[in-house]
Each structure stands twice: as C-alpha cells, then as structure tokens.
C-alpha cells in the first residue's frame, strides 16, 4: 500500500532508547524473571528514581502479572510507589516482544 517515499516519519523503540525517551532496563528486569526485553518510560523512570525502586517495581510487576495477568490481554495496569502505571507488551523494531512500563499518560 505504501511506499517507502510515503512514509512521513518513523521513530523506533531503538530511537526512543537512544533519545532518552524510553530508557532501557532489559538487564535488570531479566534478573527479575522478565523473558522479554523491557523499557521504562523516562517520566516512571524519574518517579522511581532509584534502582532499588526500579528493581522492587520489577519484582513486585513479574509477581502481579504471573498472577493476575489474564494472558490475553497486551495491557496491564498496576500501582507502584504512589502511582498508577502502565506496562504494555507489543511488536519491537523487528516484530520482537517486548514490554515497555509507563505512567498512563505515556501512551
């Protein structure tokens, strides 16, 4: 349907990452259980702040979604540290699963 001229502009996970947009932390959540690689938006990432929050976060989301998560959804809400937060799970730059961990305004 499109060419490759049409295409107005294209922003990937990769270019988010390396913007500063979305920061990864693929290392830290695969040492909490995560089999996927894994983004935090920059505004959760300044809210959490620490990586002691960051890790607990992790943790306590890998805990939550093993066993609450319903397996169809490719959304799921959660509390963190006083906020409401969002992770998501979708296609990355190569069609990949991965996750990315925001606050709902982020998406």
Not at 39 to 46: D, E, H, N, P
Not at 50 to 65: F, G, Q, S, V, Y
Not at 66 to 88: I, P
């Amino acid at each position: 349907m499109f060419e490759k001229t049409n295409i107005i502009h294209q922003f990937t996970r990769a270019d988010a990452i390396q913007a500063g947009v979305l920061i990864d932390v693929a290392e830290q959540a695969r040492d909490c259980g995560f089999a996927v690689p894994v983004a935090l938006s920059v505004t959760l990432f300044q809210h959490l702040s620490t990586d002691e929050r960051i890790i607990a976060m992790l943790e306590t989301l890998h805990a939550l979604i093993f066993v609450a998560g319903d397996g169809e959804s490719d959304r799921f809400q959660f509390q963190t540290f006083g906020a409401k937060a969002l992770c998501h799970i979708g296609p990355g730059d190569r069609g990949e699963a991965v996750m990315t961990i925001g606050l709902p305004d982020d998406f």
